[in-house]
């Protein structure tokens, strides 16, 4: 028999009920109350509770926890300037944190593989990185729940090679195929790459130059074996695939015969077009939504939304921009409610990584919630639940 919240009288000790909040449950909005037991949501139910204990949310919207696919923000952690390394397992809890903060209550760290001239203490030491993950989700430390992403830099010599030490690992669920080259995909304009990387490393002048020209001859010599043994390992351990920066048909078509199950970041309108009609989910950043534009001149996240062309978003560097990426979507693109929006950062990210037990506020779910209130411009995460346990 289906549990009503609002039929009940008294819950066991250990259950928790949401009341007189707007759940965002499925394809509505529910004006009422939600049951957990055991980490699970038991029932959703419109109008107020009456149960003693019942928590009030004020009309604070509760959402499923959001699925973080893509985030940089690790890594940012671990070296917070050029030149400085941070101790790791700091660096987890603390990004751990921000994450939690940010209403993300799964979370895909993705970690670089490739070294580039001037930014090598990521890829040195990646492995110490991963092994503090896992170490401190094993201690229960966390308040997410932590996989592995690894962003392959096909251009770099040492990228397939980095992959063979973590393909077996069973936090990695997840590796994207990159290339930096400048003058191609992301970076097709080459002032944008000259700022990008000029800022990032300080170069300027014929050093500039000089990192220009060792990037493409590294490309020419690299990518293709690279890319071939990358994706020959993932498809033998059964790893998901994501391509990135996919700017052309041939770069789609290379990604479809690849077996790409993501299209991260498609540069432009054609490539999210060709991925999304062959069945590649286009998953796009949410500092791209929140600024109404790519910082590299690429195309506009909220455009993708518009014409249908946009299935994922992730927090890419800046993990609160993926709550507020939700709402700014239902906001300013008219096809698209809130439900449809949130399911975007929960429950199309969780599918995608194979992760049916969560990213829906229905019965049978895991208890991954987000108390979130709205103050002008502003979501304001006031609380955060992972399987029931109160993390925020």
């Not at 895909?108 to 401190?136: S, Y």
């Not at 170069?203 to 010599?221: H, N, S, V, Y």
């Not at 809130?338 to 194979?354: D, F, I, K, N, T």
């Amino acid at each position: 028999m289906e549990i009503q919240v609002n039929d009940l009288t008294s819950t066991a000790s250990s259950d928790i009920v949401l009341t007189n909040a707007r759940i965002v449950a499925g394809d509505s909005v529910i004006s009422g109350s939600l049951m957990i037991s055991d980490g699970r949501i038991v029932a959703v139910d419109e109008g107020r509770s009456q149960i003693p204990g019942a928590v009030d949310c004020d009309d604070d919207y509760i959402l499923p926890g959001l699925v973080e696919l893509h985030t940089d923000n690790l890594e940012r952690h671990f070296s917070p300037r050029p030149g400085v390394v941070w101790p790791s397992m700091s660096a987890v809890v603390a990004h751990d944190a921000e994450i939690a903060v940010s209403g993300i209550t799964t979370v895909f760290d993705a970690l670089r593989l490739g070294t580039i001239r001037g930014d090598n203490a990521i890829v040195q030491q990646v492995q110490g990185i991963a092994d503090c993950v896992e170490r401190a989700q094993r201690h229960d430390s966390l308040r997410a729940q932590h996989y592995l992403h690894m962003r392959c830099e096909v251009s770099c010599s040492d990228a397939a090679a980095g992959l063979v030490e973590f393909v077996e690992n069973p936090l990695v669920r997840l590796v994207s195929v990159m290339d930096h080259t400048p003058g191609q995909r992301q970076f097709a304009n080459m002032e944008k790459y000259r700022e990008y990387y000029g800022g990032k490393y300080g170069l300027t002048g014929d050093d500039m130059e000089r990192f220009i020209e060792e990037a493409m001859a590294a490309q020419a010599q690299n990518s293709e074996t690279n890319r071939r043994a990358i994706v020959a390992l993932c498809q033998s351990h059964d790893v998901a695939l994501a391509s990135h920066d996919d700017a052309t048909v041939p770069h789609v078509e290379e990604a479809i015969a690849d077996g790409m199950a993501i299209a991260e970041f498609p540069t432009t309108v054609e490539a999210a077009k060709m991925s999304s009609g062959n069945d590649l989910k286009v998953l796009m950043g949410g500092p791209n939504v929140v600024r109404g534009g790519s910082h590299s001149g690429n195309v506009s996240a909220l455009d993708l939304a518009r014409l249908g062309l946009l299935d994922i978003v992730s927090s890419d560097y800046v993990p609160s921009s993926l709550l507020h990426a939700a709402f700014k979507i239902a906001d300013e693109v008219e096809m698209i409610d809130l439900p449809e929006a949130v399911a975007m950062v929960s429950r199309a990210p969780a599918e995608a990584a194979g992760l049916d037990d969560r990213g829906e506020i229905a019965p049978g779910k895991r208890a991954d919630l987000v108390r979130v209130k709205r103050v002008d411009d502003a979501e304001i995460v006031r609380a955060v639940w992972r399987t029931g346990t109160r993390v925020v």
